[in-house]
């Protein structure tokens, strides 16, 4: 937090933190009772249920950052408990959701490579290559297989994460999370210290997640020297979002709102981090045995242009990143 | 040609055009002797034999592109004639340099796949996804498999080029446009016209010459509507470069150099055409029966990766392109 909020200067800590985890606990309680609403299994993969599921997910993180960003104002042990039950809880949720936007992204990659046949455009000479047309089946016959192949993958994978979605909801494991939320809504344990003013208890808590991002931004691999298939890399992106989202909600919390200028670069790190995984599940996907060549090709091309929209999000970083030098400009 | 240039005002057609081709014969004779010195078998694809026979291309694009722009100052039969004889030679020759780039081309591309490892910059927290070293795993069988695969397939087309080569240079057909090019680096056969001034015969060929590469410029698909795998367009692009090339040679005729403006345009299409025939490359070579999916897998990457070659090479004939206007900017 550069500029000192001028709420938060005359505030005790308590009156800053104590809302902001009440209205989240409150947007979980709502997502949880949504959620139930909408978890018969015809319901499964509709909007109203994808809806409930991204609300709990939403909350579960601001939670959860909270908790570890402004742990001196909370009771330190129940927090960490809270926090980790949460952690577990978000994974189990987030799941089904990634394998359905992986699906989606993938097979829409698919349908560009072999929707984009243009016989208008042909040559108006006879000087082109020739091939062009057969290049255009192989990949045709490969595309179609290779959709077939993912769709199977992926959504075997999002069945089984949505089986696991339901059985941890009526655990007594979440049984026990929901109650440490509900009491949440009503009553925030804290420690002493929030009762001092927000500006000496939240702010430095505040300023070392802001600094903890800018840290991982500058500890990111320079541009000059960027390799194809970096997938070595990805991890430290990966972190660098993490960093960005736990920084986000700490700003959000302090000021009301996230930081505007660092919803572009937030964004580019998502799409990252979707397209990294994309072009793994691609890959995973050419390791099943006994696929066709045909097959293995398109996922071949897939995983490459996946792996091109991972150096377009990084790309897209770097040149929405409002912090001077903080990652090498290429 | 935009402005008129000093010299040429003064001078009659055949002062400007005759010596142009009188120089341009004495190169490609000189490449001729290089080439015979060269073209045992110990030299095939030495740097010697190379650079022979791209000196003798180099001159031969240059004579038939003037006879073709400036073909009102020649004879016309004798011009129509040996420039015909002068395209199947340059297209005998080129084939073979085109495999040898072609394949160097795409073992690069693989290199860079395959080496790309740096487990040095390994995950700092457990938070990366995992796969990323089974990924690197399959792309490292499918890339040594696929590059024995170009190889056999690239050499065994690049020997037959050479062989075709040669057989050419050996042949009565190739000793009459050796004749022919030997009578033009004495004394060029010129219409009536090239005793008229050089503005008003040479200057309106050479702005047809540049009006028509404007117009394949101006026809190029709008950068809007970009589709991956627009194969279907790269006609229109190579189109584009060969006009772009006619020009070139009428510039560098009437001024004595090539137009510096059109050096970053110009090399950008010769990639464009590289990684275009790459890419086609790859496609064939995944059609060949019973390989392997990890071969197809990577020859799939290798095409992704080319075609993303070709949109980049677009973008920089874009942002070099001295015209404004000629082309939809992104």
């Known amino acids: 937090m550069r500029r000192p909020d001028h709420q938060t200067t005359t505030l005790t800590a308590e009156a800053v933190l104590a809302p902001y985890l009440r209205e989240q606990a409150a947007c979980f309680l709502r997502g949880l009772r949504l959620h139930r609403e909408h978890s018969a299994p015809a319901d499964a993969g509709t909007q109203s249920a994808d809806e409930a599921a991204r609300a709990l997910r939403h909350a579960a993180r601001r939670i ?66 020739d091939g062009s047309d057969k290049e255009r089946a192989a ?29 941890a909801l009526g655990s007594s494991r979440f049984h026990a999370v929901a109650d440490a939320v509900a009491l949440l ?29 800018l840290d991982a931004v500058a500890a990111l691999p320079p541009d000059e ?25 700490a700003h959000e919390m302090l000021r009301g709102a996230p930081d505007p200028a660092l919803a572009g670069p937030g964004h580019a790190l998502d799409l990252h981090r979707d397209a990294s995984e994309a072009a793994a599940a691609a890959s995973a996907a050419a390791r099943t045995p006994r696929i066709a060549p045909t ?36």
Chains 1, 2 share one sequence.
């Open 185 to 213: 809504a009503s009553e925030v344990p804290l420690s002493a210290a929030a009762a001092e003013p927000a500006a000496s208890v939240l702010h430095a808590p505040a300023e070392l997640a802001e600094q903890r991002m």
């Open 225 to 249: 020297a960027v390799e194809p298939y970096n997938e070595a890399q990805d991890a430290l992106w990966h972190q660098a979002r993490l960093l960005l989202r736990l920084h986000r909600y």
């Open 295 to 330: 097959t293995a090709y398109a996922l071949g091309v897939l995983h490459a242009d996946q792996r091109h929209e991972v150096e377009a999000a990084r790309a897209v970083f770097r040149e929405t990143w409002p912090y001077a030098a903080a990652v090498t400009a290429p």
């Open 139 to 167: 990949l045709g016959v490969g595309t179609a297989r290779a959709g077939a192949l993912l769709e199977r993958r992926l959504t075997l994978a999002r069945t089984r994460a949505h089986s696991a979605a339901l059985q």
């Open 64 to 129: 959860s950052g909270t908790l570890h960003t402004f742990r001196g104002a909370l009771e330190p042990a129940w927090s960490d408990q809270l926090r980790a039950e949460l952690a577990w809880l978000s994974g189990t949720l987030a799941r089904e959701h990634a394998y359905a936007t992986r699906l989606g992204r993938l097979l829409e990659a698919l349908h560009q490579l072999s929707g984009a046949s243009l016989p208008a455009a042909r040559t108006p000479s006879g000087d082109g290559p």
